[in-house]
């Protein structure tokens, strides 16, 4: 009498074996394979001979799981709330945009002696003095953190910021201030201002120091990335030390709008092999085919190469500064997907949901 029997690879008794090698690794009890091979047999079997196939599934052994930059448990959010601020002061005040340039950029520095404890990527709320038209205090407004965890000074206990004088006229003809930007523009050394948060974890950066970082930024959306290269490329970390590639793509109007130029090439010359920079200066540079260079233009230029670097799993793309730039560039990847059967939103789908697509844009 034929029978059969389905057998399956188990390692012996306890729920799982460690392996030592260079890393430990847990192996499961039960592997699974999936390609399923019969291997026929004749067995003895109570004095009856028995034909049995053995059915061994096995399966591709499974990537490790990516450690989620959000699951730090060290990852402070909103320490410090509207009703009750951090008072910090400003120490720096500088303006890092040409006299010729459309608009001004100033690069900010508040004492925080090591109560507002933030990471690289997180943002903090500024509450300007003053009241609104309705006599109630302004609310607050979020800006990106520009500096690394351990700040410009390098002792943890000052946070800094790029913000853009928002001055504008109206369908009236009025002109018209932002009321935080303006605020924090005309700050002077000693004043004091009014810091929420630490908030957000969707620009933090991943844990791998291998991985490949790509940076998009508009304008003063270069600030949770300069905070990214600093920790990277002038500071030492005993617990990090980043081995992989960081590509920057900066897009602004103008030369004399250029934000921390001088800090990057400083970073190419410590680590040329580990960083590539590269601006889009829309009202100064066109393309082959005579368009405005803007940060999807330029992104154009390279493509293929940039398809490539999204196709591998330690890849990180991030997106700060103007909407409409996201646009642009699904315009770029979703031709190139479609060369290699793959449908770009999709796949965009699920780089955001594995934390490798993160987008801050306003």
């Not at 790509?214 to 990335?225: D, E, Y």
Request: glycine fraction near 8%.
């Amino acid at each position: 009498m034929a029978m059969t029997v389905n057998a399956a690879v188990s390692l012996p008794s306890s729920k799982s074996s460690t392996l030592s090698f260079k890393n430990s690794v847990t192996v499961p009890e039960r592997i699974n394979f999936n390609k399923s091979v019969l291997y026929p047999k004749n067995v003895s079997l109570g004095g009856n001979v028995v034909s049995i196939r053995a059915q061994v599934t096995t399966e591709a052994p499974a990537k490790a799981p990516k450690i989620s930059k959000k699951d730090d448990e060290g990852i402070v959010v909103n320490k410090f709330k509207p009703k009750e601020p951090y008072i910090g002061k400003c120490l720096l005040n500088t303006k890092i945009t040409g006299d010729d340039a459309p608009g001004e950029t100033w690069h900010m520095v508040f004492s925080t002696e090591g109560e507002v404890p933030y990471r690289e990527g997180q943002s903090i709320g500024v509450i300007p003095d003053g009241i609104d038209k309705n006599g109630k205090p302004h609310k607050l407004r979020l800006y990106s953190i520009a500096s690394s965890a351990l700040g410009d000074f390098g002792n943890s206990q000052t946070v800094s910021l790029c913000v853009k004088r928002l001055v504008y006229t109206n369908e009236q003809g009025e002109i018209v201030k932002g009321v935080c930007s303006n605020f924090l523009c005309d700050l002077k050394p000693g004043a004091e201002v009014k810091i929420t948060g630490p908030v957000g974890k969707e620009m933090l950066l991943p844990k791998d120091p291998n991985a490949t970082i790509i940076m998009l930024a508009t304008g003063t959306g270069i600030a949770p990335f300069r905070s990214f290269l600093w920790k990277m490329f002038f500071e030492k970390h005993d617990d990090y030390k980043f081995n992989g590639l960081a590509w920057l793509f900066l897009g602004v109007p103008t030369s004399s709008s250029l934000l921390y130029p001088e800090e990057f090439e400083k970073m190419k010359e410590k680590a040329p092999n580990n960083l590539r920079v590269d601006y889009a200066i829309s009202r100064e540079q066109t393309n082959e085919q005579g368009e405005k260079m803007y940060i999807q233009t330029r992104m154009s230029q390279y493509a293929e190469e940039l398809w490539e670097l999204l196709k591998k799993d330690n890849t990180y793309v991030y997106m700060c500064g103007l909407k409409g730039m996201e646009k642009g560039i699904d315009d770029i990847m979703t031709s190139l997907a479609a060369k290699d059967g793959i449908d770009w939103i999709e796949y965009k789908r699920q780089m955001k949901k594995g934390e490798q697509w993160n987008v801050e844009v306003y």
